[in-house]
């Protein structure tokens, strides 16, 4: 399983930064809190696309599409984190 963790410096991820954990079969990211966390798991048959949106300065923002969801969007990676995460997912997509 591959692990990718959002760095602390990047909006909104100070105490708890986002992980992205890349299974055999599926996807979990999962977003910490203080009482809890948020997690959602996406099958890749599932997933239709994925977006990396990288700026010229600053951290990257992923945006998950899947059947019968919202897209998912997950910020604060760096740009070779970010495009390593969909290189993995579409590879797992097929």
Avoid: C, Q, W
């Amino acid at each position: 399983m591959d692990i990718f963790i959002a760095s602390r410096l990047s909006n909104g991820n100070g105490l708890f930064p986002v992980e992205i954990h890349l299974g055999d079969f599926s996807l979990r990211i999962l977003k910490p809190g203080l009482v809890g966390a948020k997690e959602k798991t996406l099958k890749y048959d599932k997933i239709t696309s994925i977006e990396v949106i990288s700026p010229f300065i600053g951290f990257s923002k992923l945006i998950f599409s899947a059947y019968g969801l919202d897209n998912l969007i997950v910020e604060g990676f760096e740009r070779n984190d970010a495009e390593e995460i969909r290189r993995i997912v579409e590879i797992r997509m097929r």
